[in-house]
């Protein structure tokens, strides 16, 4: 019995005549934002002429797959409106005010992709998704750092002329097509929806060495949902792995030290002790600061005189000089100085559950004596932070915590930096005044867009030329230059304070970035985007010095209680690089890879059991990778992956030793 297929053709026929213009105004749009992130990345995106035309070819076929999907709705719209209803007055009305929303909304993505990659380099990932779930602070943010109100009435503006000069070909088709042939169109659509997007595999927008032609050739709406869908990420199952038996008996050679001595018999246990026979006294405050790359300093080269309170420092601490973040988010610095681990895929530890009650610093410094209080200018509920600090032992000091009276600025954010050193001053004067030493942890928040402060703390970054005919006032405090010169000023404003405290001679001061300002590079991950500096200052007991030999941020706990000199029982992977000599290494993350680096050049571990090698900026696979160095790579991230199990908290004080 043959079946006709003209019915079929007809229902395609007036489906296309539908959806035509949707489908060639997203198509463009896509085509144009691709050309805007390649102009945006100037010649960075090429490595080969092929980089020039691949990331178009290949974005190509993601466009098509998220264009099947998002005419979905709008085609069972179209099965299910009743057939005289075809062609209408509300089927036009409905027509028209749906494709001037598509435009509305293809507008507004189209914008929010350039803005994020202006920001981070990339297309939207796990960070958009993070910030879809703090959306006060981000939204607050946006209307802070961008004109949001003319953008909008801008883009409805557009939406509606589009609309209107398109209306004679916007047609909602009178013709009667029957019921079942508009379900068919329906159907194929949906299955064709499903399979193009099964087969694609986002590896095909990763085939180039050049990072920035990868991100190119993707589709933000596509990166968005799988960044939604791919929040957790088992190591064991998708990482390369190595023998169990070698891997717990190289962790341990990896994290020995001449003064630490291992205490459990469990294959894979660090733990250890720690001794030293001359503990000194003294308060600790650490410092993460918000976005501070090390270029941003006089010391590595930057002559805008930005960070003249932070050169100063370093020429009077103890100065690391080549330390690399380890991963690109405020969360993974935090992890990294809190609990001192590798950064394993996914989420970091501090928004993933079972977090509670972990060996840190924290709980060091508690086990024996300390007062422990995390003190941030924002919202502590944002990433987590407050959940994580209060179940591991900290008091929490957040932007809630201010009274009126406290607070002389704040935007989106939280409560400006010298207001959060003020807080932190009182803090310590209190804990002070109870003879118990003290353990502060301050997290800033100023240098992050929309970069405001208070008017008159700062002069202009880079004089009085290039306003553009912008404010002097909007020029300086929305600008990152502006939002990293005032979070230096307002740093120097607190240790000059601090110096006149009666604890401020038996205080250890320790300023470290969270993360570098842009982690984006040629190369997937690449070491100088993680480039941070790290001081140590307490001028009665440490002398000045530099070290240049490449450290982790997550060496920064046991070099504090190295300084001090403490008698601890340690957990930790990180290790003391506070004398002449230390373990020459960093681990780096930007969430889905991890990476080694050493002298023999970086390792990077993929989600498709896959390493890469890279020395001196070029990819190498396979037997041109250090073998030492890929093993000692899957070494750390394998034991790293069972951090429930191995960094569960214990208390750190020896038995029978110093504090027990």
């Known amino acids: 019995m043959s079946v006709s297929l003209k019915p079929v053709r007809l229902a395609l026929t007036s489906w296309l005549e539908r959806f035509w213009p949707a489908i060639a105004l997203f198509l463009v749009a896509q085509t144009l934002v691709r050309l805007a992130l390649a102009l945006l990345s100037g010649s960075g995106f090429?490595?080969?002429?092929?980089?020039?035309?691949?990331?178009?070819?290949?974005?190509?076929?993601?466009?098509?797959?998220?264009?099947?999907?998002?005419?979905?709705?709008?085609?069972?719209?179209?099965?299910?409106?009743?057939?005289?209803?075809?062609?209408?007055?509300?089927?036009?009305?409905?027509?028209?005010?749906?494709?001037?929303?598509?435009?509305?909304?293809?507008?507004?993505?189209?914008?929010?992709?350039?803005?994020?990659?202006?920001?981070?380099?990339?297309?939207?990932?796990?960070?958009?998704?993070?910030?879809?779930?703090?959306?006060?602070?981000?939204?607050?943010?946006?209307?802070?750092?961008?004109?949001?109100?003319?953008?909008?009435?801008?883009?409805?503006?557009?939406?509606?002329?589009?609309?209107?000069?398109?209306?004679?070909?916007?047609?909602?088709?009178?013709?009667?097509?029957?019921?079942?042939?508009?379900?068919?169109?329906?159907?194929?659509?949906?299955?064709?929806?499903?399979?193009?997007?099964?087969?694609?595999?986002?590896?095909?927008?990763?085939?180039?060495?050049?990072?920035?032609?990868?991100?190119?050739?993707?589709?933000?709406?596509?990166?968005?949902?799988?960044?939604?869908?791919?929040?957790?990420?088992?190591?064991?199952?998708?990482?390369?792995?190595?023998?169990?038996?070698?891997?717990?008996?190289?962790?341990?050679?990896?994290?020995?030290?001449?003064?630490?001595?291992?205490?459990?018999?469990?294959?894979?246990?660090?733990?250890?002790?720690?001794?030293?026979?001359?503990?000194?006294?003294?308060?600790?405050?650490?410092v993460t600061i918000e976005s501070l790359s090390a270029s941003f300093m006089d010391h590595f080269g930057n002559r805008l005189g930005l960070t003249p309170n932070l050169d100063a420092l370093a020429d009077q601490s103890l100065f690391f000089a080549n330390m690399l973040a380890t991963g690109t988010r405020t969360v993974r610095g935090l992890e990294a100085v809190t609990l001192s681990v590798p950064p394993t895929p996914g989420q970091s530890i501090l928004r993933r559950p079972g977090n509670e009650r972990l060996f840190s610093l924290g709980s060091v410094m508690r086990d024996h004596g300390y007062s422990t209080t995390y003190l941030y200018g924002g919202d502590g509920d944002f990433d987590n932070m407050n959940v994580f600090f209060s179940s591991n032992g900290y008091r929490i000091v957040d932007r809630r915590n201010f009274a009126p009276s406290e607070v002389r600025f704040s935007n989106a954010w939280g409560v400006c930096d010298e207001d959060l050193f003020s807080r932190a001053l009182r803090e310590a004067d209190a804990s002070f005044a109870t003879g118990k030493p003290f353990f502060q942890h301050v997290m800033t928040v100023s240098n992050h867009r929309p970069y405001t402060y208070p008017t008159g703390r700062i002069s202009p970054p880079h004089g009085n030329t290039g306003l553009q005919g912008r404010t002097l006032a909007s020029y300086i405090e929305q600008t990152r230059e502006g939002g990293v010169k005032y979070t230096d000023y307002a740093i120097g404003t607190f240790l000059e304070q601090a110096r006149s405290r009666p604890w401020f001679k038996d205080t250890l001061f320790v300023f470290v970035a969270d993360h570098t300002a842009s982690a984006a590079g040629k190369i997937e991950v690449d070491p100088s985007g993680y480039h941070i500096p790290a001081m140590f200052y307490a001028p009665a007991m440490i002398a000045p010095r530099r070290v240049d030999r490449l450290v982790s941020q997550i060496d920064i706990a046991p070099t504090i209680l190295g300084l001090l000199h403490m008698t601890y029982r340690s957990r930790f992977v990180g290790q003391d690089q506070s004398g002449p000599n230390g373990p020459e290494r960093a681990f780096i993350s930007n969430y889905q890879k991890v990476g080694l680096i050493r002298q023999e050049g970086l390792a990077l571990l993929g989600p498709r059991h896959d390493v890469t090698g890279f020395r001196d900026g070029h990819a190498v696979r396979g037997a041109e990778i250090d073998d030492r160095l890929r093993s000692d790579a899957i070494a750390f991230y394998q034991h790293a992956s069972r951090w429930q199990q191995h960094f569960a908290g214990t208390n750190s004080v020896i038995p029978g030793g110093p504090g027990d």
Do not use: Q
Not at 186 to 208: I, Q
Not at 254 to 279: H, K, W
């Open 46 to 286: 090429v490595d080969h002429p092929i980089d020039i035309v691949r990331p178009f070819v290949i974005g190509l076929w993601f466009d098509l797959a998220v264009l099947l999907a998002v005419l979905i709705p709008g085609t069972l719209y179209w099965v299910l409106l009743p057939r005289s209803w075809h062609g209408g007055r509300f089927d036009r009305a409905m027509m028209f005010s749906g494709f001037a929303l598509f435009v509305f909304i293809v507008g507004f993505t189209m914008i929010g992709e350039v803005l994020f990659w202006n920001e981070f380099g990339a297309r939207f990932n796990f960070i958009a998704v993070d910030y879809l779930v703090y959306t006060r602070e981000v939204v607050g943010n946006i209307r802070e750092s961008y004109p949001v109100g003319r953008m909008l009435a801008a883009l409805v503006a557009v939406a509606v002329l589009l609309t209107i000069l398109l209306r004679r070909v916007l047609r909602a088709d009178s013709r009667t097509v029957a019921l079942r042939s508009r379900a068919a169109v329906f159907v194929s659509l949906v299955m064709a929806a499903v399979l193009v997007n099964d087969a694609s595999k986002s590896s095909w927008t990763e085939v180039s060495s050049n990072n920035y032609a990868n991100e190119i050739s993707a589709n933000g709406y596509y990166t968005l949902v799988r960044a939604f869908f791919g929040n957790e990420i088992d190591y064991r199952r998708f990482y390369a792995l190595d023998d169990e038996a070698r891997v717990n008996r190289r962790i341990r050679d990896l994290v020995a030290s001449p003064n630490a001595r291992f205490v459990s018999t469990v294959p894979g246990d660090i733990t250890r002790d720690i001794v030293d026979a001359n503990p000194v006294h003294m308060n600790v405050v650490l």
